[in-house]
């Protein structure tokens, strides 16, 4: 079974630049996460979708931060305008949604280096 | 609300030797409390859970974690750590009415051969 696969897995930009990050979970899991973390810090919930609707967005900061899910199945995080403090893995996680287990299958990562 | 706390933010042990890492938990109820692993380069991977029941708990690659109330602790042990456990380590626990995980600080485990 194919795990999570995020892309790209490294990205350089400078401020106020856009970047976008890619995820496609687990085939049929319903649940998609978005997490970012800081070197140094746990990961943090960004958003989390079930199916191709938002369950919770409230940490995500939308002036600059958006994220889709369209058709239910992969899913686009954007950044733009970029700032500093964004530099952070970006990790996407899903989960088969039915019954909560408390167990994310997570991808490897974006790394965002924000100059 | 329930929150987890990691003390030790970097850990050395020697290859053979035994591990401990710590977790501490507040919370308004019963506990879900989870050990997810990071190893270099890779994403986080569960490594075992605790829902309710027995309060040692057992799971993939040889770990163990016991559930202690009246500690409010849920901490890690391995008997004898392999250069290959050198990772990051996360407790998680899920958030106030919800079942969104957050997730502690993390402990660096650096293996010494």
């Known amino acids: 079974e194919a795990g999570v696969a995020q892309s790209p897995r490294y990205k350089i930009i400078e401020k106020r630049q856009s970047v976008a990050f890619w995820c496609n979970p687990i085939s049929g899991h319903a649940t998609l996460y978005w997490y970012q973390q800081i070197l140094g810090q746990g990961p943090k919930l960004l958003i989390q979708?079930?199916?191709?609707?938002?369950?919770?967005d409230s940490q995500l900061p939308k002036d600059r931060f958006s994220a889709e899910r369209l058709k239910g199945v992969d899913s686009t995080l954007k950044i733009q305008p970029a700032k500093l403090e964004d530099s952070a893995v970006y990790l996407c996680?899903?989960?088969?949604?039915?019954?909560?287990?408390?167990?994310?299958?997570f991808g490897e990562g974006s790394r965002l280096t924000v100059l | 609300a329930q929150s987890v706390t990691q003390p030790d933010i970097h850990i050395t042990v020697s290859e053979g030797a035994s591990l401990e890492l710590r977790c501490n938990y507040s919370?308004?109820?019963?506990?879900?409390l989870f050990w997810y692993v990071q190893s270099p380069g890779q994403g986080l991977q569960l490594l075992l859970k605790?829902?309710?029941?027995?309060?040692l708990v057992q799971g993939i690659k040889g770990f163990e974690a016991e559930f202690k109330r009246s500690q409010s602790s849920f901490n890690l042990r391995k008997p004898s750590v392999h250069w290959s456990d050198a990772a990051e380590y996360f407790c998680a626990a899920p958030g106030a009415g919800s079942y969104q995980l957050t997730f502690g600080k993390g402990t660096k485990l650096s293996v010494i051969p």
């Open positions: 979708f079930q199916n191709n609707g938002v369950v919770d």
């Open positions: 605790y829902f309710s029941g027995d309060t």
């Open positions: 919370y308004g109820a019963t506990p879900y």
């Open positions: 996680a899903s989960s088969p949604g039915r019954v909560w287990t408390g167990e994310l299958f």
